[in-house]
Nanobody, 125 residues
Framework: QVQLVESGGTLVQPGGSLKLSCEFSGPTDGRAFSNYFMGWFRQAPGKEREFVATISWDGGITNYGEFVKGRFTISRDNRKNTVYLQMNNLQPEDTAVYYC??????????????WGQGTQVTVSS
């Protein structure tokens, strides 16, 4: 079973920036991190979890939710088994718990139904 640990969330003012990290470990089938598409998702209070961004095995292909509008960048370091989400020009509507997960290749669908604890991002003045 894959283990995912998100970090980097905090309180930030509107217009500010944050970089989230997600460390991957422990797949029981021995598959390396570089064998997985990865994604970021978020869940705001009272709303369903939504897709934020995905990245291909080698980082060469990325995909973003429409609301991102060029503000976020997903990246990965396969040597460190870590996926990142750089978020710029944050707005109050970006307030949510952010999660990472493995993703079905070429889709925005989580591969696993297991989620980590997430990291809270709060955008407020």
């Amino acid at each position: 079973q894959v283990q995912l640990v998100e970090s980097g969330g905090t309180l930030v003012q509107p217009g500010g920036s944050l970089k989230l990290s997600c460390e991957f470990s422990g797949p029981t089938d021995g598959r390396a991190f570089s064998n997985y598409f990865m994604g970021w998702f978020r869940q705001a209070p009272g709303k369903e979890r939504e897709f934020v961004a995905t990245i291909s095995w080698d980082g060469g292909i990325t995909n973003y939710g429409e609301f991102v509008k060029g503000r976020f960048t997903i990246s990965r370091d396969n040597r460190k088994n870590t996926v990142y989400l750089q978020m710029n020009n944050l707005q109050p509507e970006d307030t949510a718990v952010y999660y990472c997960n493995t993703v079905k290749a070429w889709t925005t669908q989580p591969l696993s139904g297991d989620w980590g604890q997430g990291t809270q991002v709060t955008v407020s003045s």
